[in-house]
């Protein structure tokens, strides 16, 4: 991961944690894919896929998670679910996008933003 993505990913769990999420785990990673941030937020376990653009030239970081990526954060999901003994559990696949323009970063957060 390059330095913008760690830092991206940084921003998205300090905006997380003020919003009452709980941080369970960072880069899961399986051979069928990853997962940025697995948090908690009331009685849902929250998948999050982190994209973190300088500008938005190319369109919204949020634009680039294509339907292959999203296959792959299933699968990566119900690895997760797997090992971790969750049991049944309400499960949400949210995006973070965040632009960095001027030294500035405009994050936002698409909540149920993957079918599960």
Known sequence: MNQRGQWGEDHAVEYLLSNDYKILVRNFRTPHGEIDIICSHDDTLVFVEVKTRKGNLYGNPYESVTPFKRYKMQRA???YLRVSNEGSVLTQFDVISIILNNG?????????AIEA
Do not use: I, S, T
């Open 77 to 79: 999901a119900a690895e």
């Open 104 to 112: 500035k970063a405009a994050l936002m957060h698409f909540k149920n």
